[in-house]
């Protein structure tokens, strides 16, 4: 074990490793060394406590303005309360019974204050915070460390404050930075004009000037760009090592027969992508291909025709989906598509067709029975399912293709599961709906070919979004219902989105009944918490009480129907089944419409509550209407005051269509470590400093260098040091994160 791998307790103790492991995740000598500050602050530069959010864990620099004791009225007690202030705006610290601070916190000193932003009586404050002087005479570690240069703030937490974190790496830095080594090439650093990676931690934690700062991250950026692309490099070369076999389209075969069926010809971008997937498949390596693009662009025909070729050259195609919902969709739409083409070897059924079988997790004992029969017979050339696929008992006579509906949702040991079900590995093909920019695919789907539909087939319609803001204008929201009801009356549906399902169990209350008391500066600070009650927000609207409130409402004689993710498997088939036929008006649904789900009949949709959606999200929903020749109309629906960030992400879903802008919007207002699948693997982020989104020219450049050397040492054995880095990077749990590709 080297010397980064030593867990802290040899460093700082068992006390101060057990806090740094339990609220940062950091638990080796590496991992504090690789804990970057999020950002510096100058001396006498004190913060803006304008940008500071509620409910946000912040460490500032400001100047003590007043400090004033306060006793409690009847009883024994006090609170100190103590503003700081940074030349332009205030903020209260608020310490209960511990008067003795007075001493310590007099007007004028300037410090460090520490702890999460609440707010009381409309004022922005921190409840006891952790905080340290930066002005005493005395000279206090964290005083002497931060003199005369920058001051590194970290990514902290209650437990463990920015200066205490800062104590602890600089022990590391003094202790071990001569045992850190080098991942990158020496020729690489300096075709690139890189400093050493020792060096770069150094500047990175004590920088004295902007420009120190600027040439570590430099480093350390190419360094997670580096090494990741390695990664995805070898993992290209282990695939296209594999042995597949080539299936190619029969001349004159199923492929010819759906094509001449078509009662529309294929987008040029449909063609094209059909052609780079048709030239992956008659290889004698598995294709391994990324199929992205906007909402109703026509992946899945895409998909069908490369299934088709499949079965046209004797193999077996599966269309894994991650909603029964969504799995159904496909099915009753590749059977329409289809045909009697999709009923090979039955009664009526043409000489050139296959059978398509369906299985999910609820079917009913018998149609699963056959179901099982005609994949391992190989009657059923197509089968679309869900996770039920993926099961022990399920077998295929000769598996050629997996294509994976929303690969995000799917871990790694269900794909290559489905996938060990083929002799030689299959050809895979991955669809997302969720636009993704250039770098991010590059970095999150680095093993995978991309292929892209940015353009809409004929006949599909444009869709206008606009904002509906509720406690603004309620007379928005009414007029909302009337053009529901315009839309229904000219015979076309809509749909209702609401964030909640609404049958939730309510919360239980204690034994006795009654909730319990708190004394009263509990709750003070359960206040500060929340938030003044003003910014205290209801529960999220409801697909049951909402269906109710409209059916007896402002959509009162309209047959509303409700969809959600908690309805028996058979009623939701059959809610989706009779809103296809025309047979429901409205359909008041969650998210589980948000992919797949085609009725082109539908031309409204109203998101309720609609700021707490995604952007991305918002996007895919929307894609449900303007399927057909009528337009579409989305109304997002929000109590948001104007100028929030909430209703500035509804404004920028509402001025465009196009979904990589959106994408990326999306993107700039989350963490980097989501863009990696952070929400999806529950693992951390390995990037720190790299920006997917920024960070174009590192990447591409990146890649081009990983490529060349793995095409040279493909098992790094002249580079030992960045082998280490990688083991580091895939651990288990990152391992289990990068092969969701």
């Not at 299985?359 to 059923?380: E, H, V």
């Not at 920024?694 to 040091?721: K, M, N, S």
């Amino acid at each position: 074990m080297g010397a980064l791998d030593e867990p802290l307790t040899k460093l700082v103790g068992d006390r101060t490793a057990k806090v740094l492991a339990d609220s940062l995740k950091l638990r080796t000598v590496g991992d504090l060394l690789h804990h970057y500050p999020r950002r510096y602050v100058e001396r006498g530069q004190l913060t803006s406590l304008d940008e500071l959010e509620i409910d946000e864990h912040v460490t500032v620099l400001a100047r003590i303005e007043k400090v004033t004791l306060i006793p409690f009225r009847g009883r024994k007690g006090d609170r100190l309360e103590v503003v700081v202030t940074d030349g332009r705006s205030r903020l209260s610290l608020v310490f209960f019974n511990q008067g003795w601070r007075q001493k310590e916190l007099r007007a004028g000193a300037q410090g460090l204050f520490a702890g999460k932003v609440g707010v009381f009586n409309r004022t922005r404050q921190l409840v006891s915070p952790d905080y340290q002087l930066l002005d005493e005479d005395a000279g206090s570690d964290a005083a002497k460390q931060f003199a005369g240069r920058l001051i590194p703030v970290y990514g902290a937490s209650a437990q463990m404050p920015s200066w205490k974190l800062s104590i602890c790496i600089e022990t590391a830095l003094t202790k071990h930075l001569g045992d850190v080594g080098e991942p990158l090439p020496a020729e690489l650093r300096e075709r690139h004009d890189l400093i050493p990676l020792p060096e770069a931690l150094e500047l990175i934690h004590r920088p004295r000037s902007q420009a120190d700062r600027e040439r570590a991250q430099s480093r350390l950026r190419w360094d997670e760009a580096f090494v990741l692309q390695v990664a995805l490099a070898q993992r290209r070369a282990a695939d296209s090592a594999l042995p597949a076999k080539p299936r190619k389209a029969a001349a004159g075969g199923l492929l010819d027969a759906f094509d001449a069926r078509l009662p529309f010809t294929l987008t040029e971008g449909q063609r094209k992508v059909s052609a780079e997937i048709a030239a992956d498949l008659a290889t004698e390596h598995p294709m391994h291909r990324l199929l992205q693009g906007e909402v109703g662009s026509g992946k899945t025909l895409v998909a069908l025709r490369a299934m088709l070729a499949v079965v046209d050259a004797g193999g077996q195609a599966v269309l894994l989906a991650p909603t029964e919902v969504l799995a159904q969709q496909h099915h009753r739409s590749i059977v329409e598509m289809m045909g009697d083409l999709a009923e090979g070897g039955m009664l009526g059924g043409s000489d050139l067709g296959t059978r398509v079988v369906l299985l999910t997790g609820s079917m009913g004992a018998p149609a699963r029975r056959q179901a099982l029969l005609d994949m391992a017979c190989g009657d059923a050339g197509i089968a679309i399912g869900t996770h039920a696929l993926i099961e022990d008992k399920v077998q295929f006579q000769d598996l050629g293709l997996v294509v994976v509906d929303e690969q995000h949702r799917f871990g790694v040991e269900q794909r290559d599961a489905l996938r060990a079900k083929g002799d030689q590995p299959p050809h895979l093909l991955v669809m997302t709906a969720t636009p993704i920019p250039r770098t991010v695919a590059m970095t999150v789907f680095g093993d995978l070919e991309t292929s892209v539909l940015d353009q809409l087939p004929a006949g599909r319609s444009p869709i206008s979004t606009h904002v509906v803001p509720a406690l603004e204008k309620p007379n928005f929201l009414t007029r909302a219902w009337e053009r529901v009801r315009e839309e229904v009356g000219k015979g076309h549906q809509a749909y209702v989105v609401c964030p909640r399902i609404g049958d939730e169990e309510p919360a239980a209350l204690p034994k006795d009944g009654k909730k319990k008391r708190k004394a009263p500066e509990d709750d003070f600070e359960d206040v500060a918490d929340l938030g003044a009650e003003s910014d205290e927000r209801r529960p999220p609207l409801s697909v049951v009480e909402t269906a109710e409130k409209l059916a007896k409402g402002p959509l009162s004689g309209l047959r509303v129907e409700i969809l959600h993710g908690r309805l028996a498997p058979e009623a939701k088939d059959e809610v989706m089944r009779r809103f296809a036929a025309g047979e429901v008006d409205v359909l008041v649904a969650t998210t589980v419409i948000e992919v797949g789900v085609n009725v082109p009949n539908s031309t409204a949709m109203v998101i309720m509550d609609a700021d707490r959606f995604g952007v991305s999200q918002l996007h895919q929903l929307r894609g449900r209407v303007g399927r057909g020749s009528a337009a579409g109309l989305c109304l997002l629906v929000s109590d948001m005051p104007a100028g929030s960030a909430a209703r500035a992400r509804l404004e920028a879903v509402a001025g465009t269509l196009d979904g990589f802008e959106l994408s990326r919007i999306d993107l700039e207002q989350r963490r980097e470590g989501d863009v990696l699948g952070q929400a999806q693997s529950g693992v951390k982020s390995s990037l720190k400093v790299l920006s997917v989104l920024e960070d174009e020219e590192v990447i591409l450049t990146a890649r081009t260098e990983a490529t060349r050397l793995v095409a040279e040492d493909p098992d790094l054995a002249a580079h030992p040091e960045l082998r280490t880095a990688l083991e580091s990077l895939l651990d288990e749990d990152r391992a289990a994160y990068m092969e969701k590709g």
